[in-house]
């Protein structure tokens, strides 16, 4: 069994900057690709960046490409989201976790292993 916690949610002004975290316990942490995915009210869950087991591949949602930041530190781990420039559109809950393959994928489906959520708010 995996357990995945986010934390590292909070309420910012846009413009701001949030990092979020997610730690891995249970079963090893690799060599599995991670994700990162959110969901706002009213809404269904989408992606938003994904890594590779390497950290050499990562893969970024449109909406937040040059904004965010995906890495992982698998001595710790733990994979973190840097969330830069943010914009009451990023409020959401946000997800992390486990695809069972070391390479990125955008579907949720793909993903077994999926942590609480931490919410994201952002003010205008």
């Known amino acids: 069994q995996v357990q995945l916690v986010e934390s590292g949610g909070g309420l910012v002004q846009a413009g701001g900057s949030l990092r979020l975290s997610c730690v891995a316990s249970?079963?090893?942490?690799?060599?599995?690709?991670m994700g990162w995915f959110r969901q706002a009210p009213g809404k269904e869950r989408e992606f938003v960046a994904a890594?590779?087991?390497?950290?050499?591949?990562?893969d970024y949602a449109n909406s937040v490409k040059d904004r965010f930041t995906i890495s992982r530190d698998n001595a710790k781990n733990t994979v973190y989201l840097q969330m830069n420039s943010l914009k009451p559109d990023d409020t959401a809950v946000y997800y992390c976790?486990?695809?069972?393959?070391?390479?990125?994928?955008?579907?949720?489906?793909?993903?077994?292993?999926w942590g609480q959520g931490t919410q994201v708010t952002v003010s205008s």
């Open positions: 249970g079963r090893t942490f690799g060599p599995y690709a």
């Open positions: 976790a486990r695809r069972a393959s070391g390479s990125v994928s955008r579907l949720l489906y793909e993903y077994n292993y």
């Open positions: 890594i590779s087991l390497s950290g050499s591949t990562t």
